[in-house]
């Protein structure tokens, strides 16, 4: 590993570190009542200072509070979309790259469909037809994210199989079960983990976007991207109401893409 | 020729698989889409003719049947809430959506190519190391996020441009930069990585012992073979620069495929939706068809088999 990519890697760890204890602290420090009118003028937008450090929104409450509040939820669902996103696509990548054959086939053509789809439309289709609540953007986002995890686990699955460590512990009688769980998922691990950052990052924004599109976790919990939304028919004369939403999202996205690009292999030449 | 028709014949398996997995959404709206059809005041009477009018009442192979023949004749069903065919409605919003998705496409190129090859000779210097942690950072950022932004310094603040909606060539600057930008620095970082592996090469060091200039070395000699494998990620990339244009669409007022969806999600339109989302699968799988055959005409190594 370079020293660059170790310094990016590093500085984006420490992104990360600064998240999770916003997540974790961020709404005790919280000044305000997220949900609650707490400006003394409610009628429209009051600019960042004193004692609204981020300003107030349209319904008078406070940007700083919400943010703070927002970042446990943000960094929630982005966290377990990323764990059914890796689920689902380890799984079908491990068995279709074990098993070969009509198996592979058939998860892999079922991937090529699912890839045609841009994943944040399916998203929208699904989530419409599910009603919002955290535990459907959980599973839809799972559902249309795996795609890229399931073709990189097969490919490194189809090459492992063949390996001798492999071939050893099959000749030693063990089943499918134990040699796909104890030989053939430790050695993927590595790969995973650069996934996983890299997903996390990728259902950060998804979740930005449909909660952009009024379809994300359901009010009156404070997102992120509820929040850009929001500030959408004020941009003009309330910028600061859009401005530190975005930075929120650009900083969480960025800790996670730091730390996949850290974690890359130079040799490999991923971007 | 045979690996032309194989070619097309696996584009339409995967526009079959994506029809069926429409059709499966269809089905787990927990409504009753007769009821919704007939309106809220409707009698149990009518529900139920209207369910027989929808062929609600058959078997499910025998709708999924109905519904591929309808599809095959270009029947993608009514809008819940206009009752307008969803394929005009379509058909009227394609040239937008069109046209928006080839300009951020064309940006994202041109942003490739350029931030790309001048990246090239700085590699591994403080300048490239700024671009690339840029790059990341624009990357990380929402593109609606981006495009309220543009909105509000160059359309609102300086007054460059129109704020939001279609029709001039001025309008379609910023949607178009929006939606381009973070897909051209995705190519021009990979680029940039192709471009240090290919400079490595006995040939880029033949032509440089021959008295190649720079320009000549990195525009003409090296590009063609950095960037080849570009063409292929563009056609993957597609798809996400689809979901782009939703959310462009919905920043700029631009009446598109994904204002439409978003709107039909609004009002719980579902063969609006399904109707979006079954031609922008098809969007994407034309795009990867067509980038593949282009790869292999512009690669005179790879034959036509």
Known sequence: MTARRRGLLRFGLAMGAGLVLLAVVGPALAPFDPTAPVAPQLAEPSPPGAPFWLGTDDLGRDVLSRLLHGARISLMVGLVAMLVTMVIGTALGLAAGYFGGVVDVILMRFTDVMLAFPGLLLAVALVAVLRPSVWTIFVVIGLVSWTGVARVVRGETLSLRERDFVLAARAMGAGHGRILLRHVLPNVAPTLVVIAALSTSGTILLDAGLSFLGIGVPPPTPTWGRMIQEASTYYRVAPWLMAFPGLAVLYAVLAFNLIAYGLTDEAKGTP | ?305
Do not use: C, K
Request: charged share 15%; hydrophobic share 55%; no cysteine.
């Open chain 2, 1 to 305: 020729m045979r690996y032309l028709a194989g070619r097309l014949a696996w584009a339409l398996v995967i526009l079959l698989g994506t029809t069926f997995i429409t059709f499966a959404i269809v089905f787990v709206v927990p409504g009753d889409p007769a009821r919704v059809v007939a309106g809220p005041r409707a009698d149990a009477a009518t529900i139920a003719s209207v369910r027989h009018e929808l062929g609600l009442d058959r078997s499910l192979p025998a709708q999924y049947g109905r519904y591929l023949w309808r599809l095959a004749h270009g029947d993608l069903g009514r809008s819940y809430a206009n009752r307008q065919p969803v394929a005009t409605t379509l058909a009227r919003r394609l040239p937008a959506t069109a046209t928006l998705a080839v300009a951020g496409l064309a940006v994202a190129i041109v942003i490739g190519l350029v931030v790309g090859i001048l990246s090239a000779p700085v590699a591994g210097t403080w300048v490239d190391r700024t671009v690339l942690v840029g790059s990341l950072a624009v990357l990380s950022a929402p593109v609606f996020w981006l495009g309220m932004l543009a909105l509000y310094w160059i359309g609102f603040r300086w007054r460059l441009v129109p704020l939001g909606g279609a029709g001039t060539f001025r309008h379609l600057i910023l949607p178009a930069l929006v939606l381009g930008i973070g897909s051209g620095l995705y190519y021009a970082r990979l680029l940039h990585t192709n471009l240090q592996g290919v400079l490595r090469l006995d040939y880029i060091r033949a032509a440089r012992a021959r008295g190649v200039g720079p320009f000549r070395l990195y525009t003409v000699h090296a590009l063609r073979n950095a960037a080849l494998p570009l063409l292929t990620v563009i056609g993957l990339d597609f798809a996400a620069l689809m979901n782009g244009v939703v959310l462009t669409e919905t920043v700029f007022h631009w009446p598109g495929i994904g204002r439409l969806a978003f709107d039909a999600v609004l009002a719980l339109d579902v063969p609006v939706i399904m109707g979006t989302v079954l031609l922008s699968a098809g969007l994407v799988v034309t795009t990867n068809l067509a980038v593949d055959l282009l790869y292999r005409l512009v690669d005179p190594r790879i034959t036509l088999r």
